[in-house]
């Protein structure tokens, strides 16, 4: 028998961000969430029928969380600020969540260091929200024990 929060699925979902326990609010829009190992090739002398895929290292995407801008915008200006006396590495959590607050999914990142924040646009002629957009970098996830 399924358990219920198995059932659930990400139809409907918010994106809530902390940096070592504080709070950066909740986004509309993740991207990049992945990570993929370098292969490298090999051919081998005197077997002409493979070519050898070799996994090397692996590589994290950058991930980029957007949402409108809203009053605690300016927590993610607050911790740039605080990373120009000296970049701190720090663990991140990022939560999918439904509408009514069940979480989905949730990923743990290691040494994550902002690398840019993009704010809106304002012009007086747009009729779109200002939004604002976070991206980190991350190397790799936390286990959590699962294997």
């Not at 895929?53 to 605080?82: C, D, E, G, H, M």
């Amino acid at each position: 028998m399924l358990d219920f929060l198995d059932d659930l699925h990400a139809v409907a979902v918010c994106y809530v961000v902390n940096i070592d326990d504080h709070a950066l609010g909740t986004f509309s829009s993740v991207d990049g969430l992945g990570c993929e190992f370098v292969m490298e090739t090999r051919e081998e002398g005197g077997n002409n029928g493979v070519v050898w895929q070799l996994p090397t290292r692996i590589k994290y995407s950058n991930i980029k969380l957007t949402r409108p801008v809203s009053a605690i915008s300016s927590q993610i200006t607050k911790w740039f600020a605080s990373q120009a006396k000296g970049i701190k590495r720090k663990t991140a959590t990022i939560e999918a969540r439904t509408l009514a607050g069940i979480t989905i999914a949730k990923w743990s990142l290691v040494d994550v260091v902002p690398v840019r924040w993009t704010g809106p646009q304002l012009s007086p002629d747009q009729s779109k929200p200002a939004t604002e957009t976070l991206e980190l970098a991350h190397h790799g996830f936390l286990s959590d024990g699962l294997f």
